[in-house]
């Protein structure tokens, strides 16, 4: 059994940054590729980002490509994803994820967190 624990949501002005943190814990961390994605109100949950267990290639949404970035530690068992120049629309709860069963685009993937919420001003 895998636990992911989330952290570093809250609110923020448009056109500021945001940390995500998602620590995972109950088997070896850096067997697995790591997903975050998101889930705004009244929306499908959608990808954000992926990063192989090496760290070797990452994978970005394409609208979010230039101002998210997704890394890992893998001596911390965490995974973070650095969002900069955020917008009202990059408002939802974040995911991270792990374990992909169909791919790093997939929302299939095993184990996932609870989420923590960003929300964006004007």
């Known amino acids: 059994q895998v636990q992911l624990v989330e952290s570093g949501g809250g609110l923020v002005q448009a056109g500021g940054s945001l940390r995500l943190s998602c620590v995972a814990s109950?088997?070896?961390?850096?067997?697995?590729?790591m997903g975050w994605f998101r889930q705004a109100p009244g929306k499908e949950r959608e990808f954000v980002a992926a990063i192989t267990w090496s760290g070797d290639r990452l994978y970005y949404a394409d609208s979010l490509k230039g101002r998210f970035t997704i890394s890992r530690d893998n001596a911390k068992n965490t995974v973070y994803l650095q969002m900069n120049s955020l917008k009202p629309e990059d408002t939802a709860v974040y995911y991270c994820a792990t374990d992909p069963l169909n791919g790093y685009f997939s929302l299939r993937y095993r184990y996932w967190g609870q989420g923590t919420q960003v929300t964006v001003s004007t």
């Open positions: 109950g088997r070896a961390f850096s067997r697995d590729g």
